[in-house]
């Protein structure tokens, strides 16, 4: 049996007459006869019931017809991937990110990737809210946290990168209040909160879940201060300025870790809830340009290169 004895079962079911397949496949009506006739001989089943108004598919007939069609798919689906290697990637990707990581470090990296590929085209929207990936039209997002088991049906989610919020203050303001010992002493301290993704005055956000390590038992802290607003980046101004402790992602401070502008609190502590994924409406078989983005992502973050380098430094 070979592809065009499952596109010719398909024909004759699909238009429930021998002349209309033939009409369909652009052959002559004899010619579907015998073959259709020599492919039953030799399975040794009756594929299609023949009356003088309609041809109809047995139950051995429909059971072919629902393997050729996957296998049909198969073989092109195949075709179109040996197709693509052959070619240069090209064509357009559309992708969602936050503003804050999609600045600093996916920006240069969706560089890096295009000057690989100059046939590919790619459109960067920068949003704290995610999208509707599907209904409008992205080809993926890049986010700071995975799809719950709900959704994993409808769903891709891959992990980029391991990351943390971490507590953080200037040395000034460490020097003039001293270290809190103890996550629950934070509650001495000037806190700095971010109240991203959100603007109803019910919604909390200071509220720090903290864990001494993966996988132990959170700790909840209720922390205060007089300073709040929903820019991280001025939050982490503040913080720089001396005027409080604030929780706040790995790659987001980074530089200021490095340069000592600010300094780890409490560093055995941290509130691991913020790794970095891919997310993406689930296709099939996705073209190989997402294909190629995916593993390339993979290989530029999965060291958490905001924990050795600066956004600009990216490896090819």
Not at 117 to 134: G, K, V, W
Not at 173 to 196: F, M, N
């Amino acid at each position: 049996m070979d592809r065009s004895d499952l596109k010719l079962v398909l024909a004759v079911r699909e238009h429930g007459s021998l002349t209309a397949a033939a009409r369909s496949l652009d052959v002559a009506p004899p010619v579907v006869t015998k073959r259709l006739a020599a492919l039953e001989g030799k399975l040794g089943q009756k594929l299609f019931q023949r009356t003088t108004r309609r041809v109809s598919a047995t139950a051995e007939g429909e059971t072919l017809c629902e393997r050729a069609i996957v296998l049909l798919q198969g073989f092109e689906s195949l075709e179109a991937e040996l197709q693509e290697s052959k070619a240069e990637p090209t064509g357009l990707i559309r992708l969602a990110s936050t503003f804050g990581f999609g600045r600093l470090w996916l920006g240069p990296a969706l560089a890096h990737f295009q000057a690989q590929y100059p046939r590919i085209e790619i459109q960067l929207q920068l949003t704290e809210q995610l999208p509707d990936l599907a209904a409008d039209g992205y080809d993926g997002a890049i986010w700071l946290w995975s799809v719950d088991s709900r959704q994993a049906a409808q769903w891709v989610s891959r992990r980029l990168a391991r990351n943390q919020r971490v507590l953080v203050a200037s040395p000034v303001y460490l020097q003039q209040h001293g270290q809190p010992e103890t996550p629950e002493s934070l509650q001495d301290h000037a806190c700095l909160i971010v109240r991203e993704n959100g603007n109803a005055a019910s919604q909390r956000f200071d509220s720090w879940t903290l864990q001494k390590e993966r996988g132990k038992l959170p700790i909840r802290v209720r922390v205060s201060g007089p300073l709040s607003s929903n820019s991280g980046e001025l939050v982490r101004d503040w913080c720089s300025a001396g005027r409080g402790i604030m929780l706040r992602s790995l790659w987001d401070i980074a530089p200021q870790l490095a340069t000592g502008e600010l300094v780890r609190v409490l560093p055995a502590y941290a509130m691991p809830d913020a790794d970095i994924h891919w997310l993406a409406p689930y296709r099939a078989n996705a073209p190989r340009r997402i294909r190629l983005l995916i593993d390339f992502l993979v290989s530029q973050f999965a060291a958490a290169p905001w924990e050795t380098k600066t956004s600009s430094d990216f490896r090819s």
